[in-house]
C-alpha cells in the first residue's frame, strides 16, 4: 500500500483522538460484545464499563477478503483506519462510525455493515457501502457514495433514508453529510478540538 500524501499523515490518529472527546465511551457491556472485548476496568454500580478504541498492525491483505463482497474500494483513509484500530460503534456527533471490532481479519466490521441484509441489497448495487449510522435512535445508513469517486479515490458521504428503502424500495439522499471522508475526519476534529479549546 502506498503511504499517504504529508498532509493526511496525522488524520488517522487525530480522528481517532475524537472519540474520547465526542463520545463517553461508556457502554452497558452485556448488550454490546465488541465494546466488552475492547473495556478496561470493573463496571460500575450501574453494569456500566468504559471501552478505548485500540491500535491494531492489520496486513493490508485483510482488506481482499472485504473487496470480495463490495463494489469498488472504499478511500484511502478509511482502508488505514480499518487496519490500524478497532472500536466499538461510536457516536461522532454527525453520524454514529459502526463497529470494527477486534480480530486480525475484517469479518465483523463487514458482519457490521451487512446486519441489515434489506439495506445491504439495496445500497450495494446502487453503489453506497454503508460504514456509519445515523446518532442515537436514527437508523437512516451513512454511506460512501461510490459513484462520486473524485481523484485520489475519495468520495462524498451521504445520509439515506432507510424508511424509503424498507416501504417503498427507493433509495433517498436526505443529506450530505461531506464531500469527501477526508472532510468528514477533519470536521470531526475541528469539533472535537475547536481553536483555542
Known amino acids: 500500500m502506498p503511504p499517504l500524501p504529508k498532509h493526511q499523515e496525522p ?15 461508556t457502554v452497558f457491556v452485556d448488550f454490546d ?6 473495556a478496561a476496568g470493573d463496571s460500575d454500580n450501574f ?21 470480495q463482497k463490495l463494489p469498488s474500494r472504499l478511500p ?14 461510536v457516536d461522532l456527533k454527525c453520524c454514529a462510525l459502526l463497529a470494527n471490532p477486534p480480530g486480525e481479519h475484517l469479518d465483523g466490521f463487514l458482519r457490521a455493515i451487512s446486519k441489515d441484509p434489506v439495506l445491504w441489497k439495496q445500497l450495494l448495487p446502487a453503489g453506497y457501502v454503508q460504514f456509519g449510522k445515523g446518532r442515537d435512535v436514527d437508523y437512516d ?11 485520489g479515490g475519495d468520495c462524498r458521504i451521504v445520509k439515506i433514508d432507510h424508511e424509503e428503502i424498507l416501504r417503498n ?10 464531500p469527501s471522508f477526508e472532510e ?4 470531526t476534529i475541528r469539533t472535537a478540538f475547536p481553536a483555542g479549546a
Open 11 to 25: 488524520l488517522v490518529d487525530q480522528f481517532v483522538c475524537c472519540f474520547e472527546r465526542l463520545d463517553d465511551l
Open 47 to 67: 453494569g456500566y464499563r468504559h471501552w478505548k478504541p485500540a491500535k491494531s498492525v492489520t496486513e493490508a491483505s485483510a482488506l481482499d477478503a472485504l473487496y
Open 141 to 151: 445508513p451513512v454511506c460512501f457514495d461510490l459513484r462520486s469517486r473524485k481523484k
Open 184 to 187: 468528514l475526519m477533519r470536521g
Open 169 to 178: 424500495d427507493r433509495l433517498k439522499i436526505t443529506a450530505e453529510l461531506a
Open 76 to 89: 484511502r483513509l478509511f482502508e488505514i483506519l480499518l487496519l490500524s484500530y478497532r472500536w466499538a460503534e
Open 33 to 38: 460484545l465488541v465494546a466488552q472485548q475492547l
